[in-house]
């Protein structure tokens, strides 16, 4: 039994600073421990080298590095690819070790750039030698080594780890711009090391179409993160460079998606957060590849709920990223199919809940398939009802545009692609009802709380007019067309022309959906007759009147009395086919000789609504004294109808009256229809002078 004083020394005794201790002074005499290497080296690698506390590892390094002939060493190829390795750790110190006991096995190769190498590990040169490191000038000779070494430190410097203001980003970017002038077989080196902390990726099997997820190894949720944060910059800095690689990266990315749901799924309900925090929210950098993390070691099943969200999120989103690069360099299928039974499918029945305050990754992702006619089958293939479910977040509580905009690019997507493709139309198609609800709901809301000129706004009824062509139901037209009716009288400063352009578009459509646009007794028919009656005295564009003439005829088509009003409705808003704007004046005034002569007496209160509209704004006219001599013309026509003046029609050879008492009493309604006196003062000179003589007509007649 020890005595108590030499218990206490063995107690305060610290065999690891003793073991580093032990190894510095070997280092002293280290070409007596050189010839000794049959015992140092198996007992050096029976320690695990690649696991050893940084410290013991660094005291062993430096008595490798005082060696004069390495290659005689015991091991000694086991021992160049364990300094290779040691390269790639994210340790200054470490890595310059590694280099020195590079350096000793006097390779020509690495003797011919050690400046370069040292210098890359230089904190205040590396920057400036990557400017100037010319990767294309290595001889070809000395490629394969300095290339392989080279890789190895900046994959080290690139998972670095120095704190929040290292500039690591831009350390990454920079690196990564080097390694872009390495050839493929060199670039594999790298992902090699990405890929390093995961088993083998099963990137033949998953090609093969065969389903089922073969787990992460060991690999911590620090590691995960890290690898998710060094794919994000690989991707967008050397972008299709790395295509050969993407089966494998691709596939190491779904299983840790895969792994981050399913560990989210079995966390006990109890400690769930809230179903939107994913929506909108960075992604901690909880670590690099090859590093730990105190989040590996916690036992918080909320800490640990909310880091695993993260880096769901993250692997979506870089799974997203591979398709934006391009949807055709691989086969993806194999991978979505892969995907969808355990990453996209259990999270569709809560998707209009997460995406609330900002677009999640998920949505991103269904964004990206639809922006391609080869990834577009995906949102149907495996699940019909995605889309569905993604039109419903249009109308989720609480949405804020930026998920509106999202879902809004899905459907214009979907809408440009199916303009020249059966299989996008057919998509649209077959989602077209639910989808025109969910804008109709969201349509209405807008109405309820104040139609705003907003961007969004303008987009959804860009949309609705584009699928117009898709509406089929009487119900879903009759409650669109009760929405679109106010926003017609709507000023310009609040419906911008371009909007009622579109809403006029489909309200052409929706009126031959509707039973009662068919009937002219019916109050739906009288409503937009008045609507689109009313719109002819404020639209100004060429595209805005010939959709309303269209539009117009649309209704009118079923009343065989009002079809030459509309010929001549058309024939005085018609423009000419040879330059662009400029009215057809032969046929403008060629309609108003008709309507002044003969037709204006065949007029009923209807057909004098939308005459006069049409007269109030072409007697605006700036250009042709014409046109505005005619439209006065035309409203003096109106007054002696109404103050039932009789009319010397020359060209009968008699006198007409107007047709009964009770028509004129419904024109007298109209009278308003015209501006008054006090209206004046807004328009020109030029234009005052028309509407003077329209007022005089009336006066006289009184007189």
Known sequence: MLSPRLQDAEDRLDLRTYEVELLGSLARASNIVERQSRDLVPFFLALEPLSLQHRRLKAYLTLFAKFINPKALYASSILHDLHISLLSKPDRGLQELSLNCLLTYKSSALRRHEEQLRAVLDETKWRDELSLLDIGSIQDEHRPEVIRVLIGLLYGIVVERKGKKSNGPDRRAAILQALCHVTMSELAAFIDLMLMPFPAPASETVAEGVAGFRGLGDASLSQRAGFLNLLEDVLRIMGTKTVEFWPRLLAVTLEIVHSAQR??????????????????????????????????????????????????????????????????????????????????????????????????????????????????????????????????????????????????????????????????????????????????????????????????????????????????????????????????????????????????????????????????????????????AFLFQSLRTRSARMELVSAFQSLVSADASLTPLSQIIASLNAYSDRRIDEPDFDKRLSAFAELNDNFHISLTTPGWSVVIYNMVFLIQDPEEVALRSSAAESLRHFIRAVCGNPIDSGSTGGIQFPSSHKLQQELTGLVSLVPSYRDLAFFARFIQSHFISVAAAGFAIEI
């Not at 590093?291 to 979506?316: A, C, F, H, M, Y």
């Not at 029945?349 to 305050?357: A, G, H, R, V």
């Not at 052409?508 to 109050?523: M, Y």
């Open 263 to 532: 560990a989210i799924g079995s966390i006990a309900s109890a400690h769930t957060e809230d179903a939107g925090e994913e929506a909108g929210t960075e992604a901690p950098v909880l670590g690099v590849v090859g590093d730990e993390n105190v989040v590996d070691r916690t036992d918080d099943p909320v800490k640990l709920r909310r880091v695993q969200r993260s880096i769901r999120q993250n692997g979506l989103k870089r799974v997203a990223d591979f398709f934006r690069l391009s949807p055709t360099a691989i086969n993806y299928t194999p991978y979505v199919h892969l995907a969808f039974p355990s990453i996209v499918t259990p999270r569709l029945p809560l998707l209009s809940q997460e995406n609330t305050q900002a677009p999640s990754a998920l949505l991103e992702l269904f964004a990206e398939w639809s922006s391609s006619i080869e990834t577009a089958p995906y949102l149907t293939a495996y699940e019909p009802s995605l889309l569905p479910r993604v039109f419903e977040c249009l109308n989720g509580i609480k949405v804020k545009s930026s998920v509106v905009s999202k879902v809004l690019d899905i459907i214009s997507n979907l809408i440009l692609l199916s303009s020249n493709n059966p299989i996008a139309e057919n998509i649209l198609a077959r989602n077209v009802r639910k989808l025109l609800r969910e804008l109709a709901a969201m349509f209405e809301r807008i109405v309820k709380y104040g139609f705003k000129a907003e961007p969004i706004t303008h987009r959804m009824i860009d949309i609705l007019s584009s699928l117009s062509s898709f509406m089929a139901e009487p119900e879903d037209a009759a409650h669109l067309l009760k929405l679109i009716h106010p926003l017609c009288r709507k000023p310009a400063r609040i419906v911008p022309e371009k909007v009622k352009t579109n809403l006029l578009h489909v309200t052409s459509h929706l009126t031959t959906l509707l039973p009662e646009c068919r009937d002219a007794s019916s109050d739906t028919y009288a409503q937009c007759f008045d609507s689109l």
